[in-house]
């Protein structure tokens, strides 16, 4: 499985971006997805997560309200929807798969990474 996040840029505080996060494999509407970030210097640290069919939903209490995780499994992708983006939301945002169809926000509890792709947010 390869995931093969994109989207990323600089942004001011209040914009909005989208990240996309493709992935590879006849599999991917079998199991839930997540999004995390890694600011320098910081831990890799729960964004968002999405289950297998996009009905269950998971988001990071700093995130609430601004972004929006979803999923088109006919595209195998999934997305990131960031508004009112702030500078402490500057970090390379990492997609990730889940080992199951059930959303988690450990993670340690996620088998397949993607590359990354750099937010940076100005004030």
């Known amino acids: 499985v390869q995931l093969q996040a994109c989207g990323g840029g600089l942004v001011q505080a209040g914009g909005s971006l989208r990240l996309s996060c493709a992935a590879s494999g006849r599999t991917f509407s079998l199991y839930a997805m997540g999004w995390f970030r890694q600011a320098p210097g910081k831990e890799r640290e729960f964004v968002a997560a999405?289950?297998?069919?996009?009905?269950?939903?998971g988001y990071a209490d700093s995130v609430k309200g601004r972004f929006t995780i979803s999923r088109d499994n006919t595209k195998n992708t999934v997305y990131l929807q960031m508004n009112s983006l702030r500078p402490e939301d500057t970090a390379v945002y990492y997609c990730?798969?889940?080992?199951?169809?059930?959303?988690?926000?450990?993670?340690?509890?996620?088998?397949?990474w993607g590359q990354g792709t750099l937010v940076t947010v100005s004030s």
């Open positions: 990730a798969r889940a080992p199951t169809s059930s959303t988690y926000s450990r993670a340690s509890s996620y088998d397949y």
């Open positions: 999405i289950n297998w069919s996009g009905g269950s939903l």
